[in-house]
T-cell receptor, first 110, second 112 residues
Framework: NAGVTQTPKFRILKIGQSMTLQCAQD?????MYWYRQDPGMGLKLIYY???????DKGEVPNGYNVSRSTTEDFPLRLELAAPSQTSVYFC?????????FGPGTRLTVL | GESVGLHLPTLSVQEGDNSIINCAYS??????FIWYKQESGKGPQFIID?????DKRQGQRVTVLLNKTVKHLSLQIAATQPGDSAVYFC???????????FGQGTELSVKP
């Protein structure tokens, strides 16, 4: 199993550009999550999903959108990138409480 | 603010010593707690977990202690090695749906 995969690994965006961060898992987990991690800080939940077709906001959803059309994929969309969205983004999935994390996407908005 | 927090942001220990990383939580209804290790440039990795019906759980070189009276969680690492250098996060479950609330993290540095 590949576990949780994320693409791209790194990306630099200009202010106002948009992009989609990809996340996929092959463990057939119902739950999937998107976090952001700012330097020296913990993980903040952006959005999560309890199954295909169901998504909900986390602690910091503003400026982001998600969709969950399949069990495997959970893309995160940034519509109008802002410098405040410079961060490392982690996707995770779980069957129950233990979450399995991807390697992260480092995003810089200039 | 976050309901899970850590007492010390950094911890430096000598190789071979035991390490203790502490965590406070505020939600007395939480019934699941987990420790993650995050190495530089990587995603968090599971270390050990514990349910609220237990006080102690042991893994390989790691022990988690749960004190529900004072809402305190600790991670003990025996015979700390250079490979243990990382940021350690505690987390608690939030009601249902598998959501976790993460603490800020403690950076463990192991001196050779």
């Amino acid at each position: 199993n590949a576990g949780v995969t994320q693409t791209p690994k790194f990306r630099i965006l200009k202010i106002g550009q948009s992009m989609t961060l990809q996340c996929a898992q092959d463990m057939n987990h119902n739950y999937m999550y998107w976090y952001r991690q700012d330097p020296g800080m913990g993980l903040k939940l952006i959005y999560y999903s309890v199954g295909a077709g169901i998504t909900d906001k986390g602690e910091v959803p503003n400026g982001y959108n998600v969709s969950r059309s399949t069990t495997e994929d959970f893309p995160l969309r940034l519509e109008l990138a802002a410098p405040s969205q410079t961060s490392v983004y982690f996707c995770a999935s779980s069957y129950s409480y233990e979450q399995f994390f991807g390697p992260g996407t480092r995003l810089t908005v200039l | 603010g976050e309901s899970v927090g850590l007492h010390l942001p950094t911890l430096s220990v000598q190789e071979g010593d035991n390490s203790i990383i502490n965590c406070a939580y505020s939600n007395s209804a939480s019934d699941y707690f987990i420790w993650y290790k995050q190495e530089s440039g990587k995603g968090p990795q599971f270390i050990i977990d514990i349910r609220s019906n237990m006080d102690k759980r042991q893994g390989q070189r790691v022990t988690v202690l749960l004190n529900k009276t004072v809402k305190h969680l600790s991670l003990q690492i025996a015979a700390t090695q250079p490979g243990d250098s990382a940021v350690y996060f505690c987390a608690e479950n939030e009601n249902q749906g598998g959501k976790l609330i993460f603490g800020q993290g403690t950076e463990l540095s192991v001196k050779p």
